[in-house]
């Protein structure tokens, strides 16, 4: 069974950079057969795609985050990671990370989330 | 890219059938078989429920099931139980500047 496990700050300073991890486990992330991928989810509100790697490092990024959203992926830890620079409350949600199968174009494993809170 | 569009809110009684629908473009649901939903209950991930448009997972009730007709794609709950008030959210692949995008999201209320 693939399980996804997100860590990382949960309060972060406005200006600063949020950095969160995602270890995988049940499946490898050099799987050519996934993106790997992160959503979040301000508090009360929808879903929003934040962008996905590949295990060679390809990345896509939602347009509206991209001049600040780097993912990262480390194939010897099993992990990939989220970095979100310049951050403001606005970016408070909590974080999933999830695994994208290229195939169906779906989110099938996501894990429990973490929420960061960006405060003085 | 703008959300897909959904329902804020849907109820049905126990064992009574509802469907939530999901409207979009022919730049995403009307334009690809990529259609998904998710259901999330409060303090939870989401969980996929259906994907391709009416493909179940393993493991999920075949009281849920899915279609698409044209620019709309729909998820029908049969049979509804207590349990399956949560908030669903669909979505889809699209050829717009970002290659995915999510629904705004419809709280089921059981009765």
């Known amino acids: 069974q693939v399980q996804l496990q997100e860590s990382g700050p949960g309060l972060v300073k406005p200006s600063e950079t949020l950095s969160l991890t995602c270890t995988v486990s049940g499946g490898s992330v050099s799987s050519s057969s996934y993106y790997w991928s992160w959503i979040r989810q301000p508090p009360g509100e929808g879903l929003e795609w934040i962008g996905y790697?590949?295990?060679?490092?390809?990345?896509n990024y939602n347009p509206s985050l991209k001049s600040r959203v780097t993912i990262s992926v480390d194939t010897s830890k099993n992990q990939f990671s989220l970095r979100l620079s310049s951050v403001t409350a606005a970016d408070t949600a909590v974080y999933y990370c999830?695994?994208?199968?290229?195939?169906?174009?779906?989110?099938?494993?996501w894990g429990q989330g973490t929420l960061v809170t960006v405060s003085s | 890219q703008s959300a897909l569009t959904q329902p804020a809110s849907v109820s049905g009684s126990p064992g009574q059938s509802i469907t939530i629908s999901c409207t979009g473009t022919?730049?995403?649901?009307?334009?690809?078989?990529?259609v998904s939903w998710y259901q999330q209950h409060p303090g939870k991930a989401p969980k996929l429920m259906i994907y391709?448009?009416?493909n179940r997972p393993s493991g999920v009730s075949n009281r849920f099931s899915g279609s698409k007709s044209g620019n709309t794609a729909s998820l029908t709950i049969s049979g509804l139980q207590a349990e399956d008030e949560a908030d669903y959210y669909c979505s889809s692949y699209t050829s717009s500047s970002t290659p995915y995008v999510f629904g705004t999201g419809t709280k089921v209320t059981v009765l």
């Open positions: 391709a448009v009416s």
């Open positions: 790697i590949y295990y060679s490092g390809s990345t």
């Open positions: 999830a695994r994208f199968l290229r195939g169906s174009y779906t989110f099938d494993y």
């Open positions: 022919s730049s995403d649901i009307g334009g690809y078989n990529y």
